[in-house]
């Protein structure tokens, strides 16, 4: 994988970087994007923009733009604000600051092998389903659905993740935050909501249980 690591100035993220290094085929280092910054960036496949806290925020809506297609990925330990906000302005998702450089190197993988053909102006295409990427821009059939954060941002990693089963530790993890219990039924409760919405009113569900795993989204 090629990739591109941006830092907060003078606190390069060395444990991350070293685990990198040896998990991908090139790795370029730059500092944080700056709105008039005009320094070209080689030509990736993934973005790391790595931070301490909320600021990093601040510095997504610029790399998305200058990111083009390649995967965006925020690594910071953010508030639940920041990663909504992150996610908003164009993240294809967030980790925490600690993720062990293997979880990373297998998230950019997954990011990476989101099929081109199925992203189609900022949203990704399962059937037909379109989920906006980086608002709450949700439709199906030609039909505007109104999903609330909680749901969009769990339907946002199932389609990120189509026919992949994603497991309940991590979809409540990602979704919830890492001191969240997996085995608390808040999972169930919200996909259930987003079956209401997304299933119900259609012939054909997408959302599929994978019994004693988890949940995945698929057309087949």
């Excluded at 907060?8 to 994007?33: D, G, K, M, N, V």
């Excluded at 330990?77 to 980790?95: N, T």
């Excluded at 990693?157 to 979809?171: C, F």
Aim: proline share 6%; glycine share 6%; with cysteine.
């Amino acid at each position: 994988m090629l990739l591109l690591l941006l830092s907060e100035p003078e606190y390069p993220p060395r444990r991350l970087l070293s685990a990198l290094r040896t998990r991908c085929e090139s790795i370029h280092e730059f500092a944080w994007p700056l709105m008039r910054d005009t320094t070209e960036w080689p030509p990736v496949e993934a973005v790391v923009l790595h931070g301490r806290d909320d600021r990093v925020v601040e510095y997504v809506a610029t790399t998305r733009t200058r990111a083009g297609k390649a995967a965006l990925l925020v690594v910071a330990p953010l508030s639940h604000a920041g990663r909504l906000a992150a996610l908003e302005h164009g993240a294809d998702d967030c980790l925490p600051g600690d993720v062990p450089g293997q979880m990373l190197h297998q998230r950019l993988l997954a990011l990476r092998a989101v099929s081109p053909a199925a992203l189609n102006e900022g949203h990704c295409i399962i059937g037909d389903l379109q989920v906006g990427l980086s608002s709450v821009d949700v439709w199906r059939a030609g039909r505007h659905l109104r999903l609330g954060v909680r749901e969009y941002q769990l339907l946002r990693l199932l389609a990120l993740n189509a026919d992949r089963t994603i497991s309940r530790g991590e979809l409540v993890e990602r979704v919830w935050g890492v001191e969240a219990d997996p085995n608390d039924n808040v999972l169930d409760v919200y996909v259930h909501r987003l079956r209401t919405k997304v299933d119900k009113p259609f012939p054909k569900p997408l959302i599929q249980t994978v019994r004693g795993i988890g949940y995945r989204l698929a057309d087949d």
